[in-house]
């Protein structure tokens, strides 16, 4: 009875048949397929191209598909050495099946997130999935995880039948030798790379770009041998950083401070709050206290994410410093200051404070008590009004005789963009999204409810903050308290081609909002270039640091007629460089696949780099230098 039970259960595994290079041949064609279409081989146009899609294609279905071919390998070397252990053949072929499942699987995903957000799979991913909150911050519906499962269940059982119908249902077909398929692979191979090699010595584009299209894509170069044999190269300026994380420098020299006044701050951030949101008819409490307040009507955020985005504001640095303060676990000097001189904390959160790692970075020092999250099972929007709801009886219950620093964090417009019946100025909306039946396609058909549902997001935020506006005013609180209402960065709704945050630094993924209310300082909209880095080096003076800027942070003061020469935002991968003219886009490591990009304020390409270079250089130097300004140079 065991005997049948066991066959019953897995009589699709376990027989020796030679017939599992049809089941690899047919996943083998499924890449080609799901790499095919996300290259768009045909649509660029172009022989030698159009030969290189096929060949790069070709090369990395079956770079995927190594693992299991190393399985049926394995499974062969075994039968053909009789060893007897009897589940061996049947745990390898259900490892085959799920190997294969697995990689069809991620690479399909690869594909829709480089065709959504313009990025692969990479670190960035797998620290959203590993932290804590993660997850959770993509504002997916359950729609999307129950798809999620399912299509993954459903490709599982595709993949068990194709296995089945191959291995018992079609007849024996050759299967090529090993060295044939070796031979095989390197000599396409080979092919492919020195192809790439060949359009990296000449700046071919096209080929460079296509190539970036495969995730974990390979680079091989032979710039150096190329020009020893006697090739010449074509000239061409370019810029790369050598950014690695390293020891910390901060700050310069110890921080020295003078008896001030300890007006409160209260730091009113929302989730992807582009500038364009602060209007009358969007955000109309905001805007009148803009009114009210020091407006910076033409301000950059620090980065194109959160973590740039808030580490530019709270450290007053660029956001490339992010991993080397990570890695340190070293907060800013403001909460130093702050705690210093006694102030009560209150910080609230509509997310998480370890998605990102903001309980190891920007409040490190700061007790988790006055951390506080609520459970994600509460949508964002009651997250928000019960955390303004929050700070609000915190202010009635403090210490009078203490000043008080406090943050809210708005997780509302954050997609997929949550608001009430009462926030709804925008119509028609979209009702949900689902991330694993999202493409391009479909997107852009959505893509005006999907910003009309970020509209009404934007003005039930308003209303949070009008909340505590009014409380403020009412209580005379705010005539000794600094408030900054501002957004950690933008978001895109396909005006560049991107819907979201984090794949570029167009307009609108960048500029946000920044209303600074300083006691005494009256109202004024400023107009001239200003960034979150300047915000520290205009905050601490106030708080009596004497030290000089530079000993601590990268920016200058937003009290400042003049501007600063250029802003400089952050990516996870690269920093751009951005004057009163131009946006210059360099990569954090010459080897990230990532190309110098020089556009117009308003986004649009310009080819006139060498020109740009001959009037920027010293500039881009020394923004340069600032993203190793604090790391020391000693390790």
Same mark, same amino acid.
């Given at each position: 009875?065991?005997?049948?039970?066991?066959?019953?259960?897995?009589?699709?595994?376990?027989?020796?048949?030679?017939?599992?290079?049809?089941?690899?041949?047919?996943?083998?064609?499924?890449?080609?397929?799901?790499?095919?279409?996300?290259?768009?081989?045909?649509?660029?146009?172009?022989?030698?191209?159009?030969?290189?899609?096929?060949?790069?294609?070709?090369?990395?279905?079956?770079?995927?598909?190594?693992?299991?071919?190393?399985? /049926?390998?394995?499974?062969?070397?075994?039968?053909?050495?009789?060893?007897?252990?009897?589940?061996?053949?049947?745990?390898?072929?259900?490892?085959?099946?799920?190997?294969?499942?697995?990689?069809?699987?991620?690479?399909?995903?690869?594909?829709?997130?480089?065709?959504?957000?313009?990025? &692969?799979?990479?670190?960035?991913?797998?620290?959203?999935?590993?932290?804590?909150?993660?997850?959770?911050?993509?504002?997916?519906?359950?729609?999307?995880?129950?798809?999620?499962?399912?299509?993954?269940?459903?490709?599982?059982?595709?993949?068990?039948?194709?296995?089945?119908?191959?291995?018992?249902?079609?007849?024996?077909?050759?299967?090529?030798?090993?060295?044939?398929?070796?031979?095989?692979?390197?000599?396409?191979?080979?092919?492919?790379?020195?192809?790439?090699?060949?359009?990296?010595? @000449?700046?071919?584009?096209?080929?460079?770009?296509?190539?970036?299209?495969?995730?974990?894509?390979?680079?091989?170069?032979?710039?150096?041998?190329?020009?020893? +044999?006697?090739?010449?190269?074509?000239?061409?300026?370019?810029?790369?950083?050598?950014?690695?994380?390293?020891?910390?420098?901060?700050?310069?020299?110890?921080?020295?401070?003078?008896?001030?006044?300890?007006?409160?701050?209260?730091?009113?951030?929302?989730?992807?709050?582009?500038?364009?949101?602060?209007?009358?008819?969007?955000?109309?409490?905001?805007?009148?206290?803009?009114?009210?307040?020091?407006?910076?009507?033409?301000?950059?955020?620090?980065?194109?994410?959160?973590?740039?985005?808030?580490?530019? +504001?709270?450290?007053?640095?660029?956001?490339?410093?992010? @991993?080397?303060?990570?890695?340190?676990?070293?907060?800013?000097?403001?909460?130093?200051?702050?705690?210093?001189?006694?102030?009560?904390?209150?910080?609230?959160?509509?997310?998480?404070?370890?998605?990102?790692?903001?309980?190891?970075?920007?409040?490190?020092?700061?007790?988790?008590? /006055?951390?506080?999250?609520?459970?994600?099972?509460?949508?964002?929007?009651?997250?928000?009004?019960?955390?303004?709801?929050?700070?609000?009886?915190?202010?009635?219950?403090?210490?009078? &005789?203490?000043?008080?620093?406090?943050?809210?964090?708005?997780?509302?417009?954050?997609?997929?963009?949550?608001?009430?019946?009462?926030?709804?100025?925008?119509?028609?909306?979209?009702?949900?999204?689902?991330?694993?039946?999202?493409?391009?396609?479909?997107?852009?058909?959505?893509?005006?409810?999907?910003?009309?549902?970020?509209?009404?997001?934007?003005?039930?935020?308003?209303?949070?903050?009008?909340?505590?506006?009014?409380?403020?005013?009412?209580?005379?609180?705010?005539?000794?308290?600094?408030? /900054?209402?501002?957004?950690?960065?933008?978001?895109?709704?396909?005006?560049?081609?991107?819907w979201g945050h984090n794949n570029g630094f167009s307009e609108e993924q960048v500029r946000v909002p920044?209303?600074?209310?300083?006691?005494?300082?009256?109202?004024?909209?400023?107009?001239?270039?200003t960034s979150h880095t300047d915000f520290i080096p205009t905050l601490l003076p106030m708080l009596g /640091?004497?030290?000089?800027?530079?000993?601590?942070?990268?920016?200058?003061?937003?009290?400042?007629?003049?501007?600063?020469?250029?802003?400089?935002?952050?990516?996870?991968?690269?920093?751009?460089?951005?004057?009163?003219?131009?946006?210059?886009?360099?990569?954090?490591?010459?080897?990230?696949?990532?190309? @110098?990009?020089?556009?117009?304020?308003?986004?649009?390409?310009?080819n006139n780099v060498i020109a740009f270079f001959d009037s920027e250089a010293l500039q881009l130097r020394?923004?340069?230098?600032?993203?190793?300004?604090?790391?020391?140079?000693?390790?």
């Amino acid at each position: 009875m065991q005997n049948i039970n066991r066959t019953s259960v897995l009589s699709i595994f376990g027989k020796d048949h030679a017939c599992a290079n049809v089941f690899l041949g047919v996943n083998y064609l499924i890449l080609f397929c799901v790499f095919g279409n996300s290259i768009q081989i045909y649509s660029i146009g172009g022989t030698s191209q159009i030969l290189y899609d096929i060949l790069l294609i070709s090369t990395y279905s079956f770079v995927y598909l190594l693992p299991a071919i190393a399985l /049926v390998y394995l499974r062969d070397y075994i039968a053909k050495r009789k060893l007897t252990v009897v589940w061996i053949p049947y745990g390898i072929d259900i490892l085959l099946v799920l190997t294969a499942t697995i990689v069809v699987a991620l690479c399909y995903v690869d594909t829709r997130i480089l065709d959504l957000y313009g990025f &692969h799979l990479n670190a960035f991913v797998l620290n959203l999935v590993l932290t804590p909150g993660g997850i959770e911050s993509l504002g997916g519906s359950d729609a999307t995880i129950y798809s999620a499962i399912a299509g993954l269940l459903g490709l599982l059982a595709a993949q068990t039948l194709l296995y089945w119908f191959t291995a018992y249902r079609s007849r024996p077909v050759w299967r090529p030798q090993v060295k044939f398929l070796v031979v095989a692979f390197v000599c396409l191979s080979v092919t492919e790379r020195l192809t790439y090699a060949t359009a990296d010595f @000449n700046y071919y584009a096209p080929i460079l770009e296509t190539a970036q299209k495969i995730p974990f894509y390979n680079e091989v170069r032979f710039r150096t041998l190329g020009q020893r +044999l006697g090739f010449d190269r074509p000239e061409r300026l370019g810029i790369a950083l050598n950014n690695r994380a390293s020891e910390l420098d901060y700050p310069k020299q110890k921080i020295t401070t003078l008896e001030k006044p300890r007006p409160n701050i209260i730091w009113l951030i929302a989730e992807s709050l582009r500038a364009d949101m602060l209007t009358p008819a969007i955000m109309p409490q905001s805007y009148e206290f803009a009114g009210e307040s020091l407006h910076f009507i033409n301000h950059y955020s620090g980065g194109n994410g959160t973590r740039q985005g808030m580490f530019s +504001l709270f450290y007053g640095l660029h956001g490339s410093y992010w @991993n080397s303060f990570l890695n340190a676990n070293q907060g800013p000097i403001v909460f130093d200051i702050l705690k210093s001189n006694d102030y009560e904390f209150g910080m609230y959160t509509g997310a998480t404070f370890t998605y990102p790692e903001f309980d190891r970075t920007v409040f490190a020092q700061l007790p988790s008590a /006055v951390l506080h999250q609520l459970d994600d099972a509460v949508p964002p929007e009651i997250r928000d009004a019960r955390n303004v709801k929050s700070m609000i009886s915190q202010l009635e219950a403090r210490d009078r &005789h203490r000043p008080f620093a406090g943050m809210i964090f708005f997780e509302s417009t954050h997609a997929r963009y949550f608001f009430d019946d009462s926030d709804i100025i925008a119509t028609p909306f979209v009702e949900d999204l689902n991330y694993v039946t999202m493409t391009r396609d479909s997107l852009n058909a959505e893509m005006e409810g999907l910003k009309n549902r970020y509209i009404n997001a934007s003005r039930h935020v308003d209303n949070q903050i009008g909340r505590l506006l009014v409380y403020l005013k009412r209580e005379q609180i705010l005539n000794d308290t600094i408030v /900054v209402i501002t957004g950690d960065h933008g978001e895109e709704f396909m005006e560049q081609g991107h819907w979201g945050h984090n794949n570029g630094f167009s307009e609108e993924q960048v500029r946000v909002p920044f209303v600074m209310h300083i006691p005494g300082a009256g109202n004024k909209a400023i107009t001239h270039r200003t960034s979150h880095t300047d915000f520290i080096p205009t905050l601490l003076p106030m708080l009596g /640091v004497t030290n000089p800027v530079t000993d601590y942070a990268l920016g200058v003061s937003l009290l400042n007629s003049n501007p600063a020469n250029y802003s400089v935002i952050s990516s996870t991968s690269s920093i751009c460089y951005v004057n009163q003219t131009f946006k210059f886009t360099i990569p954090l490591e010459a080897s990230n696949g990532e190309a @110098n990009q020089l556009t117009r304020l308003n986004d649009q390409a310009d080819n006139n780099v060498i020109a740009f270079f001959d009037s920027e250089a010293l500039q881009l130097r020394a923004a340069l230098d600032e993203t190793r300004l604090f790391l020391d140079s000693g390790h």
